[in-house]
């Protein structure tokens, strides 16, 4: 797997990998960007709740799982601890 980045200007990178779809990223203007897109803390926690949703969406389509529409959830505090959790009916403790 590789990735190219470029910065384009003081604080914006565009970034693609082998799929070949760009992405932008910037910093907040609190901290000197532009915010022309997202910054690298949320692609982080975009790729972490991508991946767990991916997996969590194969788990839960095995045979015998009862799941049909997985919940969605807006949120994340960032604080620790500041979860609730949902119980599956496949028993499957997800975080919301």
Request: include cysteine; charge should be negative.
């Amino acid at each position: 797997m590789t990735a190219e980045i470029r910065q384009v200007s003081d604080t914006t990178f565009i970034a693609r990998g082998d799929t070949n779809h760009w992405v932008v990223m910037d910093d907040q203007r609190q901290f000197g960007g532009s915010e022309a897109g997202s910054d690298p803390m949320e692609m982080l926690l975009f790729s972490l709740g991508g991946c767990m949703g991916m997996w969590l969406d194969v788990l839960l389509r095995k045979p015998g799982c009862p799941w049909k529409d997985p919940p969605s959830h807006r949120g994340g505090t960032g604080k620790r601890g500041s979860a609730d959790v949902y119980e599956d009916p496949c028993g499957v403790s997800l975080p919301r």
